[in-house]
């Protein structure tokens, strides 16, 4: 019956939030949304739901889920057909006890049940939101093998500047001081110009921390200043460089290098190969989830390797210049094998070809015909080891190869030579109609990159504060994050701007990520500007068919943008909040056999003389 109870109670639950005490009406001010708030609760938003458990966990809110008692205690009288019990003050007292037991012991279970199912699924939906963005993030557009500036923007600590060259390698760093207390302008341009003409830059990273736009406005300035240097500036998301710069692998990578260094080096890097470099940083740290430290940790940690893993073996890996940290997700590979295949291409030279990976210490025949298409050799002995075709379906292309009267060279992305080929006819016990079709697949379009091509969002140079923004602006921007309520734009103001989904699309918008992705370049315009809460409202649509001005969303709504704070006391708890501030199990607690959930009520019942219905 237990089960019937909580159905019952269920279409009428409502979650109800309210401020804890006076006292934290100001330090708790960010949540002020939920101050006074109710809603049903099966239609509580994933999002808004960990904002008040946030609320609670900070001891700024109370919660609770209330409900109807009547269709709940009327099913409890008609399983124990308590209306034909006579004398009536029988009947009254065992309703009565019928009501207690309800009121004091099966609803508060059936509310923390309740509850605790929907905070596992608002996580689940958490961190499939978290790991869409990762993915995006990973597989942005690469600008590829050029040189490059990173710039780790600073004000008193000066700006930190590393050129990198095209593979990776750092060729220079630096420091300036354009801003306070120093304020060497003249000296930081110059020394811009220095290391731009002197190594030959075609790309300068700036990070869009703090003076992010202060030291874009400088670089500006340089380039108006040496018009003859071909210079593209682009501004880089910086989320985790600092997390890189302080790890164990930055120091076997960079060992000669400071720690601030390090930063700008990391900026130029993700620029030039996103994937290569983000895949160095812990995911939880690179920024892009929606209330990431309040779910289950562990289960984020599974979900976003998978991610990396499956995005790193979509893109396959140049094993003669990855990283340690990259071969670590290749399939197959480990982070000790990873770092063998390092070791050992420092002792022997590059690998020319596949094979030679059979030398490594270590990586065995299984473990090489797990990885080996995933790893990709370029300018080797062998033209398909660049390619994703596996060394088991070298024979295939040898027969097709001889069937058309010409070489692998020639073949490889030669459409025309490829789609004459009559798969059927290579069809084997060997090979599958299926892996003959891949094979061709990747010979028409070998190691085709599943990433888009490269583009840069272009700021407004008079537009860097919130304060400057006004209602009815047209600017550029770049998709930073997407939640399930919409998405955070980066329009160069130091605070993202957030498209409500209402705002995505002039047609109804289910789900934000069939929109707008991470790293797409937008044309928004201002709905709202908030300056004191440093809210800013941002719309897709065109302009003659979007809504008014949308009311400013609860800061809690608007992703992950600060870090957890530590936690406090948790407030004395009112009648209906459930004892604890947030559950501890990872799953709810399966419902007990009906005797022992309700064998308290049904004891006494049964002690009256009353039996229930079958």
Same mark, same amino acid.
């Given at each position: ?5 909580k ?29 006074? +708030? =109710?809603?049903?609760?099966? #239609?509580v938003? /994933?999002?808004?739901? &960990? *904002?008040? $458990?946030r ?13 109807e ?7 409890i ?12 003050a ?35 939906e ?52 354009? +801003? =306070?207390?120093k304020?060497? #302008?003249?000296? /930081?341009?110059a020394? &811009? *110009?220095? $290391? ?6 075609d ?57 601030s260094?390090r ?26 989830g ?31 210049? =990855? ?14 094998i ?71 060279q ?53 537009i ?40 995505l ?11 707008v ?45 600060t ?47 009353v039996?229930?219905?079958?």
């Amino acid at each position: 019956m237990t089960a019937e109870l909580k159905q019952l109670f269920a279409k009428t639950a409502i979650l109800k939030s309210a401020v804890a005490s006076d006292e934290k009406k100001e330090v708790g001010k960010k949540f002020r949304d939920y101050f006074e +708030f =109710a809603e049903n609760l099966g #239609k509580v938003p /994933s999002h808004r739901l &960990l *904002a008040m $458990l946030r609320g609670r966990q900070e001891n700024v809110l109370g919660l609770k889920v209330d409900g109807e008692d009547e269709q709940p205690l009327l099913r409890i009288e008609t399983e124990y057909s308590l209306e034909q019990i006579q004398p009536q003050a029988r009947q009254d007292f065992l309703k009565q006890t019928a009501k207690l037991f309800w009121l004091g012991k099966i609803r508060p279970q059936i509310e923390h049940s309740l509850l605790t199912e929907k905070r596992l699924a608002a996580e689940a939906e958490a961190m499939q939101v978290f790991a869409e963005n990762l993915r995006h993030l990973l597989l942005s557009a690469p600008a590829g093998a050029r040189t490059t500036l990173g710039v780790d923007p600073g004000i008193r600590t000066g700006v930190k500047l590393a050129v990198v060259s095209n593979s990776g390698d750092v060729l220079a760093y630096s420091t300036i001081y354009p +801003f =306070a207390p120093k304020e060497d #302008k003249t000296g /930081s341009i110059a020394e &811009l *110009a220095r $290391l731009c003409r002197e190594y030959q830059v075609d790309l300068i990273a700036i990070g869009n921390g703090t003076a992010s736009r202060e030291t874009e406005a400088v670089v500006a300035e340089m380039m108006a200043q040496n018009t003859d240097l071909k210079l593209t500036r682009v501004t880089v998301s910086e989320a985790g460089a600092s997390v890189y710069s302080a790890s164990e692998l930055a120091s076997q990578e960079l060992p000669e290098l400071d720690v601030s260094i390090r930063g700008a080096v990391s900026i130029a890097r993700r620029l030039q190969d996103p994937l290569a470099e983000l895949v160095k940083i812990d995911p939880k740290a690179i920024g892009v989830g929606q209330y990431q430290h309040d779910i289950n940790q562990a289960g984020l940690a599974q979900t976003l390797d998978a991610v990396v893993e499956d995005c790193v073996n979509a893109v396959g890996v140049d094993v003669n210049t =990855a990283s340690p940290a990259i071969l670590g997700y290749i399939a197959g590979l480990n982070k000790a094998i990873a770092q063998q295949i390092v070791e050992y291409r420092k002792e022997h030279g590059r690998f020319e070809n596949r094979q030679q990976l059979k030398n490594v210490p270590r990586l065995g025949e299984r473990t090489f015909e797990q990885a080996a298409g995933f790893l990709r050799i370029q300018d080797g002995e062998q033209p398909l080891d660049a390619s994703a075709v596996h060394p088991e379906s070298y024979a295939l292309v040898e027969k097709i190869v001889a069937a058309k009267a010409t070489t692998v060279q020639d073949m490889i992305a030669n459409s025309e030579i490829i789609r004459s080929v009559d798969a059927d006819s290579f069809v084997s016990e060997q090979y599958g109609l299926p892996t003959v079709k891949d094979v061709l697949a990747e010979l028409e379009k070998p190691a085709r990159d599943p990433r888009p091509e490269f583009r840069t969002a272009k700021f407004r140079d008079d537009i860097t504060k919130v304060a400057q923004l006004a209602e009815g602006m047209k600017l550029e921007g770049v998709i930073t994050n997407v939640t399930n309520f919409g998405a955070f734009v980066d329009i160069g103001v130091h605070q993202d701007g957030l498209v409500h989904i209402s705002e995505l699309s002039n047609s109804f918008v289910s789900d934000p990520h069939k929109v707008v992705k991470p790293g797409q370049i937008v044309q928004v315009r201002v709905l709202t500007v908030d300056v004191e809460r440093n809210r800013v409202n941002l719309s897709l649509k065109a302009e003659s068919t979007a809504t008014p001005a949308r009311v400013a969303r609860p800061q809690q709504e608007r992703g992950e943008r600060t870090e957890r704070k530590p936690q406090g006391q948790r407030p004395a708890r009112k009648d209906g909040e459930f004892k604890s501030a947030r559950p501890q199990a990872n799953k709810p607690k399966q419902d007990k056999p009906q005797e022992q959930k309700i064998g308290g009520l049904g004891a006494l019942l049964l002690q009256a003389g009353v039996k229930g219905s079958k």
